[in-house]
């Protein structure tokens, strides 16, 4: 669990509010500045005193994006950044940021007119790129339970749990509970692509090695299977980019330092 506390200090004679989080997993001091004010990400065993020397430090920096999500708050309409591209369903999708003029407290994400459009109000505590990743979770989920009645009732086999979850070097995984679990980034790859990792997951629960049963159970299934591996392979990069690094820094609004 993170710890938070509130401290504040004074740079180039303007009192600034900021927002410690104590972290485990943290490598590196960051500060993030955006619409729920500055918040400085501090590793274990870092003290205050080399926060604040961090503040000063950046200070430049760190008045400068205050000063831009100042502005944006008073605009009476809502303003786009383009950022990057994702893969969305295999195809090549623009990501936006809105910045609006509203109340909202959190992200809203939503497929239009062929983008994916990060909508942001003046409350926002959620970073952009992270309310994305949520969306996309969700997208992955519903695909996946939409199709995964297709296939268990083909071979008569139904799984314990099913998790979507952010695997680091799979894309599917059956356990020996008989529970499931698939990557969210296959929400990125073409429908075929899923289908077929949601049957090779699903033939596990009753052929557990990868023998010539196996495949021929998974290809009786999914005939595109050949293709769905052969797509994999080409496009292991366009899957597995960073958001962070699509969403335009514009709207994370983030900086870091190692300590």
């Not at 008073?74 to 295999?90: A, F, K, M, N, T």
């Not at 695997?167 to 077929?196: E, H, M």
Request: with cysteine; aromatic share 6%; glycine share 6%.
């Amino acid at each position: 669990m993170k710890a938070v506390t509130q401290q504040r200090i004074v740079l180039r004679g303007r009192r600034v509010d900021f927002n410690i989080v104590v972290s485990r997993t943290a490598q590196q001091t960051r500060i993030r500045v955006g619409p729920g004010g500055v918040e400085v990400l501090q590793p274990v065993g870092v003290n205050d005193e080399h926060v604040s020397a961090f503040l000063r430090k950046n200070e430049n920096w760190v008045l400068a994006q205050l000063d831009r999500v100042a502005s944006l708050r008073v605009l009476r309409r809502p303003v786009r950044q383009e950022s990057g591209e994702i893969l969305y369903r295999g195809k090549p999708t623009p990501v936006c940021v809105d910045f609006v003029d509203t109340k909202a407290r959190g992200n809203r994400v939503m497929l239009n007119d062929g983008k994916i459009v990060v909508r942001r109000g003046p409350e926002t505590q959620t970073e952009a790129v992270r309310g994305l990743e949520n969306w996309l979770r969700r997208q992955a989920r519903s695909a996946i339970a939409d199709y995964l009645p297709v296939v268990t009732k083909r071979i008569g086999a139904e799984p314990g749990r099913v998790y979507v979850m952010g695997q680091r070097t799979k894309w599917g995984n059956c356990s020996s509970r008989r529970n499931l679990s698939f990557n969210w980034r296959l929400i990125l790859a073409p429908d075929f692509v899923l289908r077929y990792l949601v049957a090779h997951e699903v033939v596990h629960l009753v052929v557990p090695d990868h023998s010539a049963k196996f495949w021929l159970t998974v290809q009786s299934l999914c005939p595109d299977m050949e293709r769905a591996k052969q797509w994999l392979s080409r496009h292991h990069a366009d899957l597995t980019v960073s958001l962070d690094s699509v969403v335009d820094p514009m709207c994370s609004l983030e900086k870091g330092v190692r300590s």
